[in-house]
């Protein structure tokens, strides 16, 4: 299971920014996460979009209704269970995700005003269908490169 979760200002993104942000950050964290492009593991995906009103957000100290219309500030937000998250694959996700980004919103490159949050939830610390998961028992669907499934099981000391 892995959430995304993407806040902005209000009205920052179009529905047709989210429609292909959806799709685009989700990609982004599977291809690393399970070592290829897996159609199938984006069930296991939720990209969650939360805008604020302009008085609700600061940059510098500053509200971003204070600082005039060409203020621009966004907060992504990404939880995946435990796995093979070196620092190279983290850097990889975090990349990915800003780049998406930059993508969707027409732009060269992403705002130096925009962050990215990554987490781990630590096995055993997940929950859903009224009970605990892990993602031990995913490393078997399919989904996964056998060298990522490897590297999960020698992540975890499974």
Known sequence: MTIIT???PTGRLNPEQRRKLAETLTDAVLVPEVGQFAPA??????VH???REPDMMA?????????????????????????DWRQEVRAAVIERVL???AESCD?????????????VIDEGSWGSRGGVLSVLPLL?????????A?????????
């Open 6 to 8: 993407v806040n902005t």
């Open 41 to 46: 593991a984006r069930v296991g995906f939720q």
């Open 49 to 51: 979009f939360v805008e």
């Open 59 to 83: 940059i510098g100290g500053r509200l971003l209704a204070d600082l005039g219309p060409d203020a621009d500030a966004m907060v992504i937000d990404v939880a995946v269970m435990d796995g």
């Open 99 to 101: 780049g998406a980004l």
């Open 107 to 119: 732009l060269a490159e992403p705002s130096p005003a925009w962050w990215v949050n990554f987490r």
């Open 140 to 148: 078997d669907s399919g989904v996964f490169t056998e060298e990522k």
């Open 150 to 158: 490897r590297a999960v099981r020698a992540a975890l000391g499974a």
